[in-house]
């Protein structure tokens, strides 16, 4: 068995450790000319990292990552409403990580160098499409930057890891249409502040859909005066979607401050810590129908290429690592590659749909919608009298389990 990956992303480097590691011959075809630690922040909830320790790689990420000690929601005059610990912290066997994507990627990238040598990941190749016979499978590319043809790589299977994007989906999908605006946009940023909450906390902050804010630490003691590389996003609700999707769009800080300008609370100040970025970046929330199918015969699809979510419920990531070892463990248990993906298919694609249709309709932050709902979207005085902490228990594990990282679930698949 002989694989061509393509795309060095989240999902195709986790799959390459996947595959080697099953003792399957793979290699990874990359666009980008050189592998760089792009993004901002990312975030690992437990049903991913379980994955991650079975390849060895919670060393690596514990060095780079913040683990995660509680997911805490407040409403967008600062005031507490619940906190669910994570990771750990929360009785899982294994933990939450807030970690800069470039990080996470340059563990992977690392680990699978180290053990499928240097030739196992191919930059500066950009696939333009994909063919197959009864034999075996072939992907097509060319040089990004003069866009000639490069020769093209044969194996028994091809899997399209190249995200967003992925000109394999359009292949097997011509007629799918745009991607679908949620009625959100965002800005996200990263900035050097002090610790606030945990110094390990994740927040979400708001109520209506007006203006939200999601924050969280990926990099501790990044200076003399102990400072934190902190994650943050605000969404907000627009008519129209901003721009194409493009992960290193920037953005600019009048677009979005005004709507979170008195979102001052003694223990941060969301206006000032946007306001010192390093850099702001544009995305709109939107995302694909799920697929009636992801690929033919020897191909298939893998990570955001194959199921593209709204990116709020941390689970984007976590999705294509879980793909990973389903895809792995199709192809050790059938020796026929099409059955394999079929089997791949047929077990990913509908779980990976209800996560999609889950972040459109009941996001994971659905109790600041509750309360806001109940309090006419003002402060309130106790928030036992407007919810009750089996309700807000209720509303938080509904998404878990729809994801895939409740205790019962996680615990059952050891
Ligand atoms: C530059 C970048 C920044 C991101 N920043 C964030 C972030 O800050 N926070 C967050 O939550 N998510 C971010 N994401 C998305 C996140 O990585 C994914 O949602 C998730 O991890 C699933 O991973 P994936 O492997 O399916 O896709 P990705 O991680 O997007 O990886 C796709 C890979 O395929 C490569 N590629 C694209 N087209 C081709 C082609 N035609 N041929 C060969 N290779 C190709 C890309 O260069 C990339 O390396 C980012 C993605 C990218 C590409």
Request: glycine share 10%; with cysteine; charged share 25%.
């Amino acid at each position: 068995m002989n694989v061509v990956i393509v795309g060095a992303g989240i999902g195709g480097l986790t799959l390459g450790l996947r595959l080697h590691r099953a003792g399957i011959a793979c290699r990874i075809y990359e666009a980008a000319p050189e592998l760089k630690p792009l993004g901002v922040g990312i975030n690992l909830l437990p049903h991913a990292t379980k994955e991650l320790a079975e390849l060895g790689l919670l060393p690596a990420l514990e060095e780079v990552a913040v683990t995660t000690t509680e997911i805490a929601y407040f409403n967008r005059f600062g005031q507490f409403i619940y906190s669910d610990p994570s990771g750990r912290f929360g009785g899982y066997d294994w933990p939450q990580f807030s970690i800069h994507r470039g990080d996470l990627q340059m563990v992977l990238l690392r680990a699978f160098v180290a053990r499928a040598g240097r030739d196992a990941v191919v930059t500066g190749h950009r696939c333009r499409g994909v063919s197959q016979d009864a034999d075996g499978a072939t992907a097509h590319f060319e040089d990004p930057a003069s866009q000639a043809q490069l020769p093209s790589r044969r194996g028994d299977i091809v899997v399209a890891c190249e995200g967003i994007h992925s000109p394999i989906r359009k292949q097997f999908h011509p007629d799918e249409g745009p991607p679908r605006y949620s009625g959100l946009n965002m800005w996200r940023g990263v900035t050097r502040w002090k610790p606030f909450l945990s110094g390990a906390s994740m927040v979400r902050i708001g109520g209506t859909e007006a203006a939200k804010v999601l924050v969280y630490p990926i990099r501790l003691n990044i200076d003399a005066e102990g400072r934190q590389l902190i994650n943050w996003v605000v969404s907000i609700e627009q008519e129209r979607a901003i721009a194409q999707r493009d992960w290193s769009r920037k953005g600019r800080l009048e677009d979005f401050i005004p709507a979170i300008a008195d979102w001052t609370f003694d223990w941060l100040d969301v206006p000032a810590m946007c306001r010192a970025a390093d850099e702001i970046l544009e995305y709109p929330m939107v995302d694909q129908d799920p697929l009636p199918f992801w690929g033919e015969g020897r191909v298939t699809l893998l990570g955001d290429a194959a199921h593209p979510m709204l990116p709020r419920g941390a689970n984007g990531g976590a999705q294509s690592i879980l793909d990973c070892t389903a895809l792995t463990n199709a192809l050790v248990a059938n020796a026929d590659p099409v059955a394999a993906l079929k089997a791949y298919e047929a077990e990913r694609r509908p779980a990976t749909g209800r996560v999609v249709l889950r972040n459109r309709a009941e996001p994971p932050d659905a109790i600041l919608h509750e309360v806001s709902r109940r309090t006419g979207d003002k402060p309130f005085t106790r928030i036992e009298d407007v919810i009750s902490s089996e309700e807000l228990a209720a509303l938080n594990n509904g998404y878990k389990r729809v994801a895939g990282f409740d205790h019962d679930r996680l615990r059952a698949a050891g």
